[in-house]
């Protein structure tokens, strides 16, 4: 049995509070500590790097600072009965996704690197779209616009808690994943997306989702122009545009804007680095 504190050592017997954290990660975050004074010192964890076939060139992207953005993968663009479908459109482009993405997020998490929805989500009013948007997403004026509801009625289309704005049910979430809304094709405009990643340090995005050459593209061509590493996964977006418009998103992407890559490719390099986790963990022990 240990013997009782000294009664001359209360500090002992009745430690301080805690070193407290202020901020959303470690990548981000002052610590309040016991003594009452702030530490700006910031813990980001070692880098875990990982290799991966892309073109122009192969890259190395570290697990630790890389998120996986999959953009729009909802009910009202992707399920048979949301506001693409009654609208007459194919969703079987929007769907595509589906399945490589079933098998690629399961291993992007036991990596230990963050999953990030990017989904439409306007506000119901409507008061910040301007004519330009409300009128595309509208057409004409018997058509189902932003928040209307379509004659099969899920609730009004593309709105913030509303059923077409969340994930497709073929598509598991984990509590660790971060979802953030946009209401423009770009989901870094007049949105939290770009404050959210730097808080969580990451700098590379790799991006899955629909439509390659709308919202995926113009996401990531404003990811580049902010300065994050961008690689989009071909064989894990999709478009029901004609091929030469993916083909010169593509040719742009490779050009201009960042680099690109195959789940098919991603996936392996996932278990190699795997692996060489278990494997540095046993040595060390």
């Known amino acids: 049995m240990n013997a009782p504190l000294p009664a001359s050592r209360p500090d002992l017997a009745h430690p301080g509070p805690p070193e407290i954290r202020f901020g959303p990660s470690a990548h981000s975050a002052w610590t309040l500590g016991a003594d009452g004074s702030v530490s700006f010192v910031r ?12 073109t122009p060139q192969p890259v190395q992207i570290d697990l630790a600072r890389t998120a996986l953005v999959v953009v729009d993968m909802q009910n009202d663009f992707c399920h048979p009965e949301g ?15 589906i399945a490589v993405l079933q098998t690629l997020l399961p291993a992007w998490r036991a990596a230990g690197a963050t999953v990030l929805w990017l989904n439409w989500g306007i506000r119901a009013d409507r008061l910040n779209l301007s004519p330009t948007v409300q009128f595309k997403g509208k057409g004409r004026a018997d058509g189902v616009g932003y928040g209307e509801r379509s004659p099969l009625d899920r609730g009004p289309s593309l709105v913030q808690g509303e059923w077409g704005a969340r994930r497709i049910d073929e598509l598991e979430a984990d509590p660790a994943d971060i979802t953030v809304h946009k209401h423009r094709l770009s989901g870094f405009w007049d949105s939290e997306l770009d404050s959210v990643l730097r808080h969580q340090g990451v700098s590379t995005l790799l991006f899955a989702g629909i439509n390659t050459d709308r919202c995926v593209f113009t996401t990531l061509q404003d990811a580049a122009f902010l300065g994050y590493d961008c690689v989009l996964l071909e064989d894990a977006c999709a478009t029901s545009s004609p091929t030469y418009v993916s083909d010169g998103v593509l040719y742009l992407v490779r050009l201009l804007h960042g680099f690109v890559a195959s789940a098919a490719d991603l996936m392996p390099a996932l278990e190699a680095a795997r692996v060489s986790a278990l494997s540095s963990a046993s040595s060390a022990s």
Do not use: E, N, S, Y
């Open 43 to 54: 813990h980001a964890p070692p880098p875990r790097p990982l290799r991966l076939a892309a």
């Open 83 to 97: 506001w693409f479908a009654q609208k007459g459109l194919d969703i079987g482009a929007a769907r595509r996704p």
